[in-house]
């Protein structure tokens, strides 16, 4: 099956390929092609391939479309109307998948239940509508057969596809993490495998949601691997509901706990629904706001909340040197890096975004510029952080149909007390401050001795100031990688040399 597989990615990897050529080669030909024109082509056959290898490599399309560093604005517009065409499949098809899982007597746990139209269907599964015998209405989401071993061996796939790149591209690996981010994909990727997890996700933001008076989210009814019930969300999505019947005052209520939870699960709670698009939030005249699919859930770690958090009070306070600082903290540096330019990048751009509206300004775009930043300077951006950066941008679209006056800054500055307050509880119930006051003692206990050394090693002579030029290092290193090609050919063709003295001597 592997076999297969790889056959099947290798197939249409190569159609892409050999259609680059084929742009290329023209371009060469003639001096009339329009640049634009090929590279709307280019998106639009990277679209299509990643549409033909699955769900898998449609995630990783979506990740790319949050990347401006990484490849084009033109392939971003073509990767961010990425789709799965996917066929409604009969129902039959699934039915085993529910005996499997709840048993033969499954239809008993229903009073009706809708089979011959799903509520949805994607490449990973079908939604059914139904109702229990106490009169609550579910859905019923149920995997496809064979999916989740694909989606697998893809995983496996990809993961050595990108090990053999980052050993033929070392200084684009550096820069851009593929391995991080590819496991960033694969985490979110799991919950649409095992519903179990998916599960853990809902009952965890229960937790999160439960002081929140506009926002909720689904009830989990029972789950396995293979099937989910969960509670149906009362209303329509926010992208086709008539929000004319809501009044602005709960317009904007909505608006602000959907933005305080995103905000509050990235920089406290190290976990954040990473989809809350407008079609993701169910609304009804007079109910809490519902918030479904944790499919795609994003997590970070402690540091680079902190760091992400000073990066936000920067940037309400408009102060573009102390958010450049903040970026570069959490951040990692690369042998390419330039800090100092990107302080005066980040103190040219903050002031000029900080205050809109969402009636002027888009968040992705300005994230976007931000990720552009980071790459012409060499900066290294956590995978996490860009996958939040995709949360924020899907967020705006919600925050601009439902409430549009609101600004994502606004917000935060409302919250950042609260956050701050809940970042320090956090740091004294997980021991971060013992350890950190115990760090302090050690380093103020042998700061003096570590002195006396120094300035007895200046006196004595033996102090030694060793600087280290990167750009020669890398030149050394290309020519230590070119010598050794040199020898193994010198190698090759002497041995060559010796079998032919050989064979005519025999």
């Known amino acids: 099956m592997k076999r297969q597989r790889v056959t099947e990615v290798a197939r249409i990897l190569g159609e892409l390929l050999t259609s680059e050529a084929t742009r290329q080669a023209r371009r060469i030909r003639r001096t009339d092609v329009d640049p634009l024109v090929a590279e709307r082509e280019r998106a639009r056959a990277l679209r299509e391939a990643l549409e033909g290898l699955g769900p898998l490599y449609i995630k990783m399309g979506q990740v790319l479309s949050t990347r401006p560093d990484m490849v084009s604005p033109t392939i ?3 990767l961010q109307d990425l789709h ?17 899982n709840l048993g033969p007597d499954w239809r008993t746990r229903f009073a009706t239940i809708e089979t011959e139209r799903p509520l949805g269907a994607a490449s990973m599964a079908q939604v059914y509508a139904g109702t229990l015998h106490d009169g609550r209405e579910v859905v019923v989401k149920v995997l496809r057969p064979h999916v989740a071993a694909q989606a697998r061996l893809d995983m496996e796939i990809l ?36 519903f179990t997890v998916e599960a853990a996700n809902i009952e965890a933001f229960q937790k999160y949601t439960r002081d929140y008076k506009h926002l909720t989210v689904p009830d989990v009814v029972e789950v396995t691997k293979e099937v989910l019930i969960m509670t149906r969300a009362p209303g329509r999505s926010i992208r086709s509901a008539d929000l004319t019947q809501f009044s602005g005052e ?15 699960g990235f920089l406290v709670d190290g976990v954040f629904h990473a989809d809350p698009h407008p079609g993701n939030i169910f609304v009804a005249v007079g109910e809490p706001a519902t918030l ?41 540096l690369t042998t390419r890096s330039d800090v100092p330019g990107f302080l005066n990048d980040m103190g040219r751009w903050v002031p000029s975004v900080v205050n809109l509206s969402l009636d002027n300004a888009e968040f992705g775009a300005t994230f976007n510029q931000f990720l552009i930043f980071c790459s012409k300077r060499g900066i290294a951006v956590n995978p996490a952080v860009a996958l ?42 997980g021991g971060e401050l013992m350890r950190l006051a115990n760090e302090t003692f050690i380093a103020a206990y042998s700061l003096p001795e570590q002195a006396r050394y120094l300035a007895q090693s200046v006196f004595d002579g033996q102090f030694v100031l ?33 079998w032919v003295n050989y064979r005519n001597k025999n």
């Open 76 to 78: 971003i517009e073509a």
């Open 84 to 100: 799965e065409e996917v066929m409604v499949r009969p129902f039959d098809e699934f039915e085993h998948v529910l005996v499997k």
């Open 159 to 194: 993961a050595q596809a990108v090990r053999l790149v980052m050993r033929r591209f070392p200084v684009q690996a550096e820069l851009f993490q593929p391995e991080a981010m590819l496991e960033s994909i694969f985490v979110a990727m799991r919950p649409e495998i095992d």
């Open 250 to 264: 709960e317009r904007r209520a909505i608006a602000r706990d959907a933005s305080e939870l995103l905000f509050r």
């Open 292 to 332: 479904i699919d944790f499919g795609m859930i994003g997590r970070i770690d402690r540091r680079t909340a902190l760091g992400y958090t000073r990066f936000m009070l920067a940037m309400a306070l408009n102060d573009g040197q102390a958010a450049g600082r903040a970026v570069v903290e959490m951040s990692t």
């Open 388 to 429: 939040f950066g995709k949360a924020s941008a899907n967020l705006e679209g919600t925050l601009r149909a439902i409430a549009p006056e609101l600004t994502p800054v606004e917000v935060f500055r409302e919250v950042m007390g609260d956050v701050l307050r809940d970042q320090a509880k956090g740091m004294a119930a």
């Open 466 to 498: 060793r600087t280290r030029d990167d750009a020669l290092l890398i030149a050394q290193d290309r020519e230590d990688a070119r010598a050794k090609k040199m020898r193994r050919l010198i190698l090759g063709l002497g041995a060559a040399a010796l």
